[in-house]
C-alpha cells in the first residue's frame, strides 16, 4: 500500500513547526531573496520608527494606535508570507524523517577481496564503513546496508520503505534488474552485492537532502518572475515618491503610514510571498507521486515537454515477451531448431530466453557441449548465442542475424523472410536461429498491449507531448504496436546511440525532450534529455544520469509528472495573476482616501463607499495581509489540471483567476471596511 498522498496540509506539528520558522525568517538575509517581501519589511522597520517617533512627541503622523496597527499588519503580512514558505519545507522534511528513520547504521555481511579473488570468508562490519567497489552479502531477513548492483543470485526485496509499496519485487544479477537500495529488506533468497556509492552518497542520502530543499535552487521561470516582481517593485516605488510633490501642489500632508500602505499594497505582495512555497510544493507533489526530483527544474520542465521517448517493452507493452512458437526453415528439422534454441539460450537469463527454453521443453543440463563459450547479448550485435567445439549458435534480431548470413556468403531463405513478415504483421518479434551463419528457422516471441495505453496516450496529445516508441524491433513489428498504442512516431532497431541522435535532433528544433529508461544503455539518453526519468529498479547508471527518479518503477508515471510540472507553471501564473490583478481594487481604495479632504472630486472613483480615509487604508492592508494564508492551500496543493488545450487553459484561468483577481478584494475591503468602521 502507497504511502498516504492526501495528507491534510495543516496538521499540528508542521503547522507549529511552521510559525516557529516564519518568526526566524524574519531575518533580512532571508528577505533579501524576496524584493518584494524585502521591501515590505523595510516598510515595516519604517513603521517601528514612525511609532517609536510619535510616542517622542511627534503629532503630524497621527495617532499612536493607527500607526501601530499599521506596524502590526505589516508584520503580519511578513510573517503570512514566511509561513506558507516554512510550511511547505515542513512538509518536505517530515517527509526526509521518515525517510531518515530508513537510513540507520545496519551490519553488513562484508566479503573479504584478495587480489582480484573474493574470499568464501564473510566479516560483519558496519554499513558506514562500507565503501564504492566492496562486496557484501544479504540473505533471508537481512536489511540491505547500502546500494549496490547484484553481482550473484536472486532475491525478493522489500522496497515498501522506499517506495511506499507493500509489494514485494525481484531482483536478480544481470539486466535491467540488478539495483538494491540500502533500507530495503531481503525476504527471500541470497545475493552477493556490489557496492556502487560512497558513504554519504547514497540513493537516500540524496533523496534526505533533496526532500528536505537543502540543494533545491530556484528554476529559471521563477528566476525571471522575481526580476519581473522586482521591476514591479520599483516601478511602484517611484510612484509613491512623486506622489509627494503632487501632495505639496495640493496642500494635502501624507503621513508616511499612508505612504506605505500605499506602496505595499500596489506591489505584488501575494505571488511575492508565496513564490517560494509554489516551488517546494512542486516538489512535494512529486514525491507524493512517488517520484524524486534532483530539482525544482527538472519538474518545471516537465510542465513543457514537447516530446517522450517511451521504451516499447514493460512500458507500453507488458513486457517479459515470451516464447510462442517455432518456425523452422525449409529442409530443417524442428527438433534440430529447438535444440539450438535451447542452446543458445543457456546462459540467457532474460524472461525471454527463459521461456525459450520452457517452450523448448529440453533441460539444458542434458545437451551435453564441451568447453561451452557463453556469447551475451549486447546492444549492438543484438545476439547472443554459445560456442562450443566447431560449432557456433546464435540467436537473434533478422536483420543482425541476415548480415552474418550474407557475410558468410550463404543465402537467407525466403520461406524464413516470410514467417518473419508474418510474426512482425501480428506485432510479434521474430528470433532468427543460425547454426554455423545458417538459417535453421525463427522463434516467435509475444507480448500484450498494456489495458489502457491508448487512453493515455490521447491525454498526452491533448497536452501538446509527442510520443515516441523505441524499440529494437523490426519495423514491422514496431509499426504494429505503435498503431493499436496509439503513439505518434517511433524508432525500430533503435540502438543507444539512435535515442541519442533522436533527442539531439528534437533539441535542435527548440523542443524540450523527456526520456525514460532503467539500463546502463539507456545512462546516456537520459543524461541528454531535459527530463530523465529513471526506475528505482533499475541499475545505479541510470539513476545517477537521470534528474528524476521513480520509485514505483511505472514506465507510464512520466505522464503524472508532466501534469504535476503543469501544474506548477499553472499555479504560479495564475497566483501571478491574481495578484496583480488585486492592485486595481486597493487603487480605488487608497488613492482616494489620500486627497479626497483636499479634492473632494475624487469621491467619485470611491465606488467601495469606504467609511473614511483612516478605514479604507487599514481595509486595504488588511485585505492585502489575510490573502496570502488564504491562498496557501491553492498555492500548495496547486491548481487543479485538465488537459484542455493551451487557449482554453489561459481563457478559463484569466476568467477565474484575473477577473476573480478584481472583483473579490472589492467584496473583500468593503467588509472589511465595515466591520472597521464599528471600531472606529
Known amino acids: 500500500m502507497k504511502r498516504n498522498r492526501k495528507e491534510g496540509l495543516f496538521k499540528g506539528e508542521l503547522v507549529a513547526d511552521a510559525i516557529k520558522q516564519s518568526f526566524v525568517k524574519l531575518n533580512p538575509k532571508y528577505q533579501f531573496r524576496s524584493p518584494v517581501m524585502f521591501t515590505v519589511e523595510i516598510g515595516t522597520f519604517v513603521m517601528m520608527f514612525v511609532c517609536a517617533w510619535i510616542l517622542a512627541g511627534e503629532k503630524s503622523q497621527g495617532s499612536f494606535t493607527y500607526n501601530f496597527l499599521i506596524f502590526l499588519i505589516l508584520l503580519a503580512t511578513l510573517l503570512f508570507a514566511n509561513f506558507a514558505e516554512a510550511l511547505a519545507e515542513a512538509r518536505g522534511k517530515a517527509q526526509a524523517a521518515s525517510l531518515r528513520k ?86 527471500s533468497d541470497k545475493i552477493k552485492v556490489k557496492v556502487t556509492t560512497s558513504p554519504g552518497e547514497s540513493f537516500l542520502d540524496k533523496m534526505i537532502a533533496l526532500v528536505e530543499g537543502a540543494s533545491r535552487q530556484k528554476t529559471p521561470n521563477e528566476i525571471a518572475l522575481t526580476i519581473l516582481l522586482a521591476g514591479f517593485t520599483l516601478v511602484f ?10 501632495a505639496s501642489y495640493a496642500k494635502t500632508p501624507i503621513p508616511i503610514s499612508a505612504y506605505i500602505s500605499l506602496f505595499v499594497c500596489l506591489i505584488p505582495t501575494t505571488i511575492g510571498g508565496l513564490l517560494s512555497a509554489i516551488g517546494i510544493s512542486g ?15 527538472a519538474v518545471e520542465t516537465a510542465g513543457d515537454l514537447d516530446v517522450l521517448l517511451l521504451d ?10 515470451k516464447a510462442t512458437n517455432f518456425y523452422p526453415a525449409k529442409g530443417v528439422d524442428k ?17 525471454e530466453g527463459k521461456s525459450i527454453i520452457e517452450l523448448g521443453g529440453i533441460n539444458p543440463q542434458s545437451l551435453q557441449v564441451d568447453n561451452p563459450t557463453f556469447i551475451k ?80 496516450f490521447e491525454r498526452l496529445r491533448k497536452m501538446g507531448v509527442k510520443t515516441v516508441m523505441v524499440t529494437g524491433d523490426n519495423p514491422l513489428t514496431a509499426k504494429y504496436i505503435a498503431e493499436k498504442a496509439g503513439v505518434d512516431d517511433y524508432i525500430a532497431e533503435a540502438k543507444p546511440e539512435d535515442k541519442m541522435a533522436y533527442i539531439r535532433k528534437e533539441q535542435a528544433t527548440g523542443k524540450l525532450v523527456a526520456m525514460m529508461g532503467d539500463g ?56 501571478t495573476t491574481f495578484s496583480i490583478a488585486n492592485d486595481v481594487a486597493k487603487y480605488f481604495a487608497i488613492v482616494p482616501a489620500l486627497f479626497i479632504t483636499s479634492i473632494p472630486v475624487l469621491q467619485k472613483i470611491n465606488i467601495m463607499n469606504l467609511h473614511s480615509p483612516s478605514s479604507a487604508i487599514l481595509s486595504a492592508i488588511i485585505f492585502n495581509a489575510i490573502i496570502i494564508p488564504m491562498l496557501i492551500p491553492l498555492a500548495l496543493k496547486g491548481v487543479a489540471y485538465k488537459p484542455i488545450g493551451a487557449s482554453a487553459l489561459l481563457r478559463r484561468n484569466l476568467l477565474v483567476y484575473g477577473l476573480g483577481g478584481i472583483l473579490v478584494p472589492f467584496i473583500g475591503i468593503k467588509l472589511i471596511d465595515m466591520v472597521v468602521a464599528i471600531w472606529m
Not at 335 to 351: F, G, N, Q
Open 102 to 187: 530508513t537510513r540507520e547504521d545496519t551490519p553488513a555481511k562484508k566479503v573479504e577481496l584478495v587480489g582480484n579473488m573474493y574470499l568464501n570468508e564473510v566479516h560483519v562490519v558496519s554499513s558506514s564503513e562500507l565503501v564504492k567497489g566492496d562486496v557484501f552479502i544479504c540473505e533471508t531477513g537481512d536489511i540491505v546496508p547500502t546500494d549496490g548492483e547484484i553481482i550473484e543470485g536472486i532475491a525478493t526485496i522489500d522496497e515498501s520503505a522506499i517506495t511506499g509499496e507493500s509489494a514485494p519485487v525481484v531482483r536478480e544479477s544481470g539486466g535491467d534488474k540488478s539495483s538494491v537500495t540500502g533500507g530495503t529488506k531481503v525476504l
Open 237 to 246: 516605488i517611484i510612484v509613491c515618491i512623486t506622489l509627494q510633490p503632487f
Open 283 to 297: 516538489m512535494d507533489r512529486a514525491l507524493r507521486a512517488n517520484v524524486i526530483a534532483k530539482s525544482g527544474k
Open 312 to 321: 516499447k517493452t514493460g512500458t507500453i507493452t507488458i513486457g517479459n515477451r
Open 335 to 351: 527438433d534440430r531448431l529447438i535444440k539450438c534454441a535451447v542452446l543458445s539460450s543457456m546462459a540467457d537469463e532474460t524472461p
Open 377 to 456: 547479448f549486447t546492444a549492438e550485435t543484438r545476439s547472443s548465442g554459445i560456442d562450443f567445439g566447431n560449432t557456433q549458435i546464435r540467436k537473434g534480431a533478422f536483420d543482425a542475424m541476415k548480415n552474418k548470413v550474407e557475410k558468410a556468403d550463404n543465402l537467407f531463405p525466403a520461406g524464413t523472410i516470410e514467417d518473419v513478415k508474418k510474426i512482425s504483421s501480428n506485432g510479434g518479434t521474430p528470433l532468427v536461429v543460425l547454426e554455423n551463419n545458417v538459417v535453421l528457422g525463427v522463434i516467435e516471441l509475444q507480448d500484450i498491449i498494456k489495458t489502457g495505453i491508448f487512453e493515455r
Open 520 to 575: 546502463t544503455n539507456d545512462a546516456p539518453a537520459l543524461a541528454q534529455a531535459d527530463v530523465g526519468v529513471a526506475m528505482n529498479s533499475g541499475t545505479a547508471a541510470a539513476k545517477e544520469a537521470g534528474n528524476m527518479v521513480d520509485l514505483d518503477n511505472d514506465p507510464t508515471k512520466l505522464i503524472e509528472i508532466v501534469e504535476i510540472g503543469k501544474q506548477l507553471l499553472m499555479t504560479r501564473g495564475t497566483l
